[in-house]
C-alpha cells in the first residue's frame, strides 16, 4: 500500500465516528411535528393581546407625573420668590463699639542661614545676573573638527578575483546553451583577469582536449604549474597527456616535481603504469603496491598490478593479483578475458 492511501484510509477511520449521513442522523434524532394550525393561531393570539396591555400600562406610567420631579419644582419656586423680595438693611453699628482687632502676634525671627544676606548697592549676585551676561562671560567651548574615515583603497586582487568569477560563470552558462566558442571566449577572459583562478584554468584544459587541441591544453597546464607548482590536479592531467603521447620521461618529470601531492595514490598508480611501459617492472610493482595500499584504485590496477608481478617472475603473488582484479568490480571485456587467461597460465 502506497503512503498516500494509507494516510487517507487513517483519515477515513477517524472521521467515520463523528461523521454521519443525513439518513442516519434522522433515524437517530426524530424531528418533532409540528403543533396543529389552531394552537398557533391561539398562541399568536395571546401574544398579540399581551403586547397591547403592556403598551398601555407604559403610557398611562409615562403620563403620571413623578412625585419626586413635583416637590423639586415646588422647592426650586419657593427659593425664587425669596429672592425677589426686599430685605431691610441690617442695623447700623457706632464706631465707638467697634473694638480694635488684636495686633497679630510678631513672627518669630528666622535662623541666620535661612535668611538671605542684603545685596550691596550696585552689585549682581549669580542668581540675578542676567541670562545673557552667563552666557556672554561664560567659557566657550570649541567644537572639534569631525573626522571623516577615509575609505580603503579597492584590492586589486580582489577585483580581478571576481571579474574572473564572472567571466567564468558566465562561461558555464554559455556551455549550457552549446554556445562551446563564446565559451571558450569567456574563459581565456576569465583566465587573463586571474591567472590563479583553478577552475577557469581546469574547465578551459579540459574543453581543449575535448576538442583534440592537446598541445593547447599542455600549455595551459604548463602555465598553470609555472604560476604555482602546488597544484596536484595540473600536475596529474599534464603526466597522463605526456604518458599518452608516450612521452614518459616527460610524465615522470612532472610527477618528481609535484613535491608531497606525488605520494597521492593516483600518482602513485600512473607512475606505475609509466614504469611497466618503460619496462622497468620493478619500479612498477612498488608504485602499485603503494596506490593499492586504500581502496579507492579501480580494479583494473590490479590486473596491471599482477602483469609487473607475472613479468618478474612472482607468479603466485600474481595469479593473487589477477583474482582480486576480476573480483574487485566491473572490469572492461578485454581486460578481464586477458586477465582469465592469465590466471590460468600461472595459476
Known amino acids: 500500500m502506497s503512503l498516500i492511501n494509507k494516510m487517507l484510509r487513517d483519515i477515513d477511520q477517524r472521521t467515520a465516528g463523528s461523521l454521519e449521513s443525513p439518513a442516519i442522523a434522522q433515524a437517530q434524532h426524530p424531528v418533532e411535528e409540528p403543533p396543529p394550525r389552531r394552537t398557533l393561531l391561539f398562541a399568536v393570539a395571546g401574544i398579540a393581546v399581551v403586547l397591547v396591555l403592556g403598551a398601555a400600562g407604559w403610557g398611562a406610567w409615562r403620563l403620571k407625573p413623578s412625585k419626586l420631579m413635583s416637590e423639586a419644582a415646588f422647592q426650586q419656586a419657593a427659593e425664587a420668590q425669596k ?19 488684636p495686633a497679630s ?4 525671627p528666622q535662623p541666620a542661614a535661612e535668611a538671605a544676606p542684603p545685596a550691596a548697592a550696585g552689585s549682581t549676585t549669580p542668581a540675578s545676573r542676567p541670562e545673557s551676561a552667563r552666557s556672554e562671560n561664560a567659557p566657550k567651548v570649541r567644537a572639534l573638527p569631525r573626522t571623516v574615515a577615509a575609505k580603503p583603497a579597492p584590492d586589486p586582487a580582489k577585483i580581478a578575483a571576481q571579474q574572473a568569477d564572472k567571466q567564468f560563470a558566465h562561461a558555464v552558462r554559455l556551455l549550457g546553451d552549446g554556445r562551446v566558442s563564446e565559451a571558450e571566449a569567456a574563459l581565456g577572459a576569465a583566465i587573463q583577469a586571474d591567472p590563479t583562478h ?18 593547447a591544453a599542455k600549455g595551459v597546464l604548463y602555465d598553470a604549474l ?12 599534464l603526466a597522463r597527456i605526456d604518458a ?11 610527477m618528481d616535481q609535484a613535491g608531497p601531492a606525488a605520494a597521492m595514490p593516483d600518482f602513485q598508480a600512473l607512475r606505475g603504469a609509466v614504469y611497466q611501459r618503460m619496462g622497468r617492472h620493478a619500479e612498477a610493482v612498488e608504485a602499485y603496491r603503494n596506490a593499492l595500499a586504500t581502496d579507492s584504485q ?9 602483469i609487473s608481478l607475472e613479468a618478474l617472475g612472482r607468479r603466485a603473488e600474481a595469479a593473487q593479483a589477477y583474482r582480486r582484479g576480476m573480483a574487485g ?16 597460465a600461472v595459476d
Open 83 to 101: 429672592q425677589k423680595s426686599p430685605q431691610p438693611p441690617p442695623p447700623a453699628v457706632p464706631a465707638t463699639a467697634v473694638a480694635p482687632a
Open 105 to 108: 502676634p510678631p513672627a518669630p
Open 198 to 215: 583553478v577552475a577557469a584554468r581546469q574547465a578551459y584544459a579540459a574543453l581543449l582536449l575535448e576538442q583534440g587541441r592537446t598541445d
Open 226 to 237: 609555472k604560476r604555482d607548482p602546488s597544484q596536484p590536479m595540473f600536475a596529474l592531467a
Open 244 to 254: 599518452q603521447q608516450r612521452n614518459f620521461a616527460a610524465a615522470l618529470d612532472v
Open 298 to 306: 579501480p580494479a583494473q590496477a590490479w590486473v596491471s598490478f599482477a
Open 329 to 344: 568490480g566491473a572490469l572492461p571485456r578485454e581486460v578481464r578475458d586477458y586477465a582469465e587467461a592469465r590466471l590460468r
